[in-house]
């Protein structure tokens, strides 16, 4: 019973050293949300959360404060908030790459007293594209309750560190947090550009067979069938028509979607890129400016 005494007198420990950097996020009616304090004035939260862009108020300690939107993604599900007065420090974070599964973990939220629930890392889930357009590497998955106004919290790990952005929109009854490195980067977009700059084509595809002559000649199945162009997009300026495949992105063989939004997230918008299409039987190359999905 020891054992469980010092497990149990660790995670109160845990709880109270994160306390002064978990927030609750007021910006929807009667419907609290948490935040954690992610920099010096500047609390991130989860987007789905927010209702309104003003009389936004951020509150921890005892204390209340004013807070504006400085960048939201709804692609990903999180939000950027700038706060007038706060003075809170910021969690500490780790890598979530050391996450393992079986590891413990904490939920915690402030959306009315500070609450947590206990769980493990149950799985690693592969890469996510959710419907409004957001993509990140992987999500984690843990059996710790996401509570009611859970969302936009930390998932804390056994050394009280911040490994993850917990949101109920990941996952409808699963418990699923954004890896850290996936949500600093979305802030530090928001804190610079106020949104998320992704690079977009302007065109539609789908998977194809290639034929055996090509197959044996540029040592692939299949590549991306283009079935429409937008007008005035990047891929239609460029060029790129309706009715060619696309076979491959700077020299990288591209067989199927997944492997094309792959290329795209490591795109800066403005940047140029060659395309090898096959056209009428034939093999080119188009260089496509990639434009800003808006």
């Known amino acids: 019973?020891?054992?469980?005494?010092?497990?149990?007198?660790?995670?109160?420990?845990?709880?109270?050293?994160?306390?002064?950097?978990?927030?609750?996020?007021?910006?929807r009616p009667n419907r609290p949300a948490?935040?954690?304090?992610?920099?010096?004035?500047?609390?991130?939260?989860?987007?789905?959360?927010?209702?309104?862009?003003?009389?936004?108020?951020?509150?921890?300690?005892?204390?209340?404060?004013?807070?504006?939107v400085a960048g939201r993604d709804p692609g990903t599900d999180l939000a950027l908030l700038k706060t007038d007065g706060?003075?809170?420090?910021?969690?500490?974070?780790?890598?979530?790459?050391?996450?393992?599964?079986?590891?413990?973990?904490?939920?915690?939220?402030?959306?009315?007293?500070?609450?947590?629930?206990?769980?493990?890392?149950s799985g690693l889930s592969g890469a996510f594209r959710s419907w409004r357009g957001g993509e990140t590497e992987r999500l984690i998955e843990t059996t710790a309750e996401l509570l009611p106004g859970f969302s936009g919290g930390p998932l804390l790990d056994a050394d009280g560190r911040v490994i993850g952005i917990n949101s109920w929109n990941f996952g409808r009854g699963i418990s699923r947090a954004i890896p850290i490195e996936?949500?600093?980067?979305?802030?530090?977009?928001?804190?610079?550009h106020g949104r998320i700059r992704r690079a977009y084509l302007g065109i539609g595809t789908q998977p194809?067979?290639?034929?055996?002559?090509?197959?044996?000649?540029?040592?692939?199945?299949?590549?991306l069938l283009?079935?429409?162009?937008?007008?005035?997009?990047?891929?239609?300026?460029?060029?790129?028509?309706?009715?060619?495949?696309?076979?491959?992105?700077?020299?990288?063989?591209?067989?199927?979607?997944?492997?094309?939004?792959r290329r795209l997230r490591g795109f800066d918008v403005g940047s140029t890129h060659r395309f090898g299409v096959v056209r009428a039987g034939e093999a080119r190359d188009v260089s496509v400016s990639v434009g800003e999905r808006t």
């Open 86 to 121: 706060l003075t809170a420090s910021p969690l500490a974070r780790a890598a979530s790459a050391d996450v393992r599964i079986g590891h413990l973990v904490l939920a915690a939220g402030r959306a009315n007293e500070l609450q947590v629930s206990l769980g493990i890392v």
């Open 1 to 27: 019973m020891a054992a469980l005494s010092d497990l149990s007198r660790d995670i109160a420990g845990i709880l109270e050293r994160a306390a002064a950097g978990i927030v609750r996020v007021d910006a």
């Open 182 to 192: 996936a949500a600093a980067a979305v802030a530090e977009n928001l804190q610079t």
């Open 226 to 261: 283009v079935v429409t162009v937008e007008a005035g997009g990047p891929a239609a300026k460029a060029g790129l028509l309706q009715g060619d495949t696309v076979v491959t992105v700077d020299g990288e063989p591209v067989r199927q979607l997944d492997e094309l939004f």
């Open 34 to 68: 948490t935040g954690i304090v992610w920099a010096d004035g500047l609390v991130l939260t989860a987007d789905h959360v927010i209702e309104r862009d003003d009389a936004i108020q951020i509150s921890a300690g005892g204390a209340a404060v004013k807070a504006g």
């Open 208 to 223: 194809v067979r290639l034929a055996e002559t090509l197959r044996s000649k540029l040592g692939q199945e299949s590549g």
